[in-house]
């Protein structure tokens, strides 16, 4: 058979018959009438799920919702009695139904029924009526591009930037010839410089005390310059480098990665952190990371803060950090609700005091009350934007927190306070001295440092007020404005008595930054006077203590006998006890003696080769240390 023949018998088989189409149409018309179970189906497959149904209408109705929805919804959930106070109005209501002997007294079972009713839903619903909502819009997550070409890769698509984006984790952003500002929220930005790659990391808010190191971002390359304005002891911001992690808190740093990993401070403090291992840095200090090298801490030469990087970045953070106090202050104010001013202020209060009368769990009437104080501190950001006096809802607010810290004791009263504490520190955590707001900061800080011990630190909050009052004042000075000085120095001394008091420990970060801040405001003192700045005598006086001790320029040069002498006691010393670990506290305690001796390089040089290797590995040591040496040489001046 050919294969004409047998494709003609294929397609004479592939078509039916008249008769057989006929049927075929007939049979498809009976499935497809309306009571075929074919439509059932169907329509059962399309229809979505009630749950389905839910979650889109919560999405769509975000989105069209009024701006008064808000109020109406939560006056509608206080009219709305609990399942417990409808049964007890239940009981009550059928109770005065009941048959009595004294039918005549009915009537006022009714009206103390009813009484206690409207009582109930009064209660309910007064805060949710005299307080203000607590939802006010925070500064978003921000990438701002400056200048100049700026990319940002999101999910791997990489795209040029017009405009400003809020992104989050995950994002890559590279600067060509441009720059870039990234915002963290209230916490403080990053600034990137020409050819920069940065990975963002983490932008939440940082709202919690520091419990471990999270970076931020992670700097691939190029340079940076980071802000923070987070203060201790809330989470800093940090920046993950190939060779470790600078985390700043409150202050400003530049950080390059290129041949190699450099960190200067500018302003305040920062912490390096390597294989675990803290480094604490302050304003004029910089260091070199390496993978394998010795960390050594010098100082940045005067000159360094004139060049354009610091120069105009330097500006910027003054002038970003006065916009978050700003905001911060806006929204205490956005959130006080009816004022002590206003004639139905006592109504507010009073249904306080009903709300709480009604709360008889011992957690939710702690809560509440840090809720009373926390709008305290509201009503008080309000009355000073409007010029009137705060002190008295200050006051209270001292008042409540000190009740709640003397009353009952427990572990979950003490975090309760503690976490409100922090939170409340957070919402001012770009106020200064100078700011109008600051005075709330303050009370924050001194009230928590007056709670019973275990429900928050004194050393931090009385270190806080120390280094945000020297950060301002030596700013003032910087500025010329030498005719403050006196004044906030008298306000100072009650935190130079607690940074002296042996019985406070702070910690070692916020100790140093103190002493540096302090030597910086002495230093800048007298030279404004030498200048003919007019500044009290007793002042300079005063400060006078906080002055780096002067240089020796006096040459003394040991013989080489009397060096060999100082090497063999040291070696002595050493050598007395037979443990490894007493013998390197040895010789630390001789290397701290030897700090600052004119012959130093040389009695180190000796040392070197007296001291055998053996477990405790001396020569290395002692190289290390001279290392150190050459290095403080070769630093530059900060004055």
């Not at 009437?365 to 809802?393: D, F, M, P, S």
């Not at 060999?564 to 007395?576: A, D, H, S």
């Amino acid at each position: 058979m050919t294969p004409e023949n047998i494709l003609t018998g294929i397609k004479k088989d592939l078509q039916p018959s008249a008769d057989l189409q006929a049927k075929i149409q007939q049979s498809v018309q009976l499935r497809i009438t309306s009571d075929s179970p074919l439509f059932t189906e169907l329509k059962t497959a399309v229809t979505p799920k009630k749950t389905l149904q839910k979650s889109v209408w919560s999405r769509i109705s975000t989105q069209i919702e009024l701006p008064q929805a808000d109020a109406f919804t939560r006056i509608k959930i206080a009219l709305q009695p609990s399942a417990e106070l409808k049964e007890q109005i239940k009981a009550r209501v059928l109770a005065s139904l009941e048959p009595v002997q004294q039918i005549v007294y009915w009537p006022m079972l009714a009206k103390w029924t009813a009484a206690f009713a409207v009582f109930g839903i009064l209660v309910r619903v007064s805060p949710m009526l005299f307080i203000a909502s607590p939802t006010v819009a925070d500064v978003e997550a921000l990438l701002v591009p400056t200048a100049g070409d700026v990319s940002v890769s999101i999910g791997g698509m990489l795209q040029s930037l017009d405009g400003d984006l809020a992104i989050g984790p995950g994002a890559m952003i590279q600067t060509g010839a441009g720059e870039a500002t990234f915002i963290f929220n209230d916490d403080g930005e990053a600034r990137l410089a020409p050819y920069t790659t940065v990975t963002i990391n983490d932008i939440s808010n940082r709202l919690e005390a520091a419990s471990e190191i999270f970076p931020s971002l992670t700097l691939h390359t190029g340079k940076i310059w980071m802000q923070g304005l987070a203060p201790k002891p809330l989470r800093a911001l940090a920046v993950k480098t190939p060779n470790g992690i600078v985390a700043v808190n409150e202050g400003s740093v530049s950080i390059s990665v290129a041949d190699t990993i450099n960190v200067e401070v500018y302003d305040r403090s920062a912490t390096v952190y390597r294989n675990g291992e803290p480094i604490f840095l302050t304003s004029g200090e910089r260091i070199r990371l390496s993978s394998d090298g010795v960390l050594l801490v010098k100082k940045i030469p005067a000159k360094w803060y004139q060049y354009s990087w610091a120069d105009q970045n330097l500006p910027r953070d003054a002038v970003h950090r006065h916009d978050i106090a700003q905001m911060q202050h806006e929204r205490r104010i956005a959130q006080a609700g009816i004022l002590p001013t206003s004639p139905i202020y006592p109504v507010k209060r009073f249904a306080e005091i009903l709300d709480m009368w009604m709360t008889w769990d011992q957690q939710t009437r702690v809560e509440k009350h840090l809720q009373l104080a926390e709008t305290r501190l509201n009503e008080a950001a309000a009355l000073i934007y409007e010029g009137e006096e705060a002190g008295v809802v200050l006051d209270e607010y001292k008042k409540t927190l000190q009740y709640i810290s003397d009353g009952e004791n427990g572990s979950l009263t003490e975090f309760l306070v503690q976490r409100a504490l922090v939170e409340s520190t957070a919402q001012m955590s770009a106020t200064l001295p100078g700011d109008e707001a600051y005075v709330i900061k303050r009370t924050v800080l001194e009230t928590s440092a007056g709670l019973r011990g275990g429900i928050a630190r004194e050393e931090d909050a009385q270190g806080t007020l120390l280094l945000d009052s020297l950060a301002v004042l030596l700013r003032t000075v910087d500025e010329g404005r030498t005719d403050m000085v006196s004044s906030v120095w008298l306000d100072l001394q009650p935190y130079l008595l607690a940074i002296e008091d042996e019985s406070l420990v702070f910690e070692p970060s916020m100790y140093k930054e103190a002493q540096t801040l302090l030597t910086f405001l002495a230093t800048s003192l007298h030279v404004a006077s030498n200048r003919g700045a007019a500044i009290d005598p007793e002042l300079l006086d005063d400060i006078a203590r906080y002055l780096p001790a002067p240089k020796d320029t006096s040459i003394v040069v040991l013989s080489e006998e009397e060096v060999m002498q100082i090497v063999q006691l040291i070696r002595e010393k050493i050598f007395v006890y037979n443990m490894t670990k007493p013998r390197i506290n040895q010789f630390i305690a001789e290397i701290r003696v030897l700090n600052g001796h004119p012959d130093e390089g040389r009695i180190l040089r000796r040392l070197a080769i007296a001291l055998p290797d053996g477990p405790e590995n001396f020569p290395q040591r002692v190289y290390k240390e001279i290392v150190k040496l050459r290095w403080e040489y070769a630093a530059g001046e900060v004055i």
